[in-house]
Nanobody, 122 residues
Framework: QVQLVESGGGLVQAGGSLRLSCAAS????????MGWFRQAPGKEREFVAG????????FYTDSVKGRFTILRDDAKNTVYLQMNSLKPEDTAVYFC???????????????WGQGTQVTVSS
């Protein structure tokens, strides 16, 4: 089992920045990809960004390209989501998740954190 714990959410004004963290523990050797997802009220969960664990490739949904950056610290088993130029439409609960291969499809992610709220005011 892999345990994931997110932190770093909060309230920020439009144009501001936040950095989310996701600390992994347990069977971290089984992780190949870490992803960030978000779910806004009344909307379906959507993929935001992913990064290969121990490798370089990153991938993003179009709406956050150029504004969000996914980073990892292998020594700390932690993945970050640096979010800049935030917009009100970025408001959502953000979740990190672990998958055995690179995918944007949430159904293939088999470990999930509890989520952290990000609210962007206009």
């Amino acid at each position: 089992q892999v345990q994931l714990v997110e932190s770093g959410g909060g309230l920020v004004q439009a144009g501001g920045s936040l950095r989310l963290s996701c600390a992994a523990s347990g069977r971290t050797f089984s992780i190949n990809v870490m992803g960030w997802f978000r779910q806004a009220p009344g909307k379906e969960r959507e993929f935001v960004a992913g990064i290969t664990w121990g490798g370089a490739p990153t991938f993003y949904t179009d709406s956050v390209k150029g504004r969000f950056t996914i980073l990892r610290d292998d020594a700390k088993n932690t993945v970050y989501l640096q979010m800049n130029s935030l917009k009100p439409e970025d408001t959502a609960v953000y979740f990190c998740a672990a998958a055995p291969f690179a995918t944007r499809d949430g159904k293939f992610y088999n470990s999930w954190g509890q989520g952290t709220q990000v609210t962007v005011s206009s």
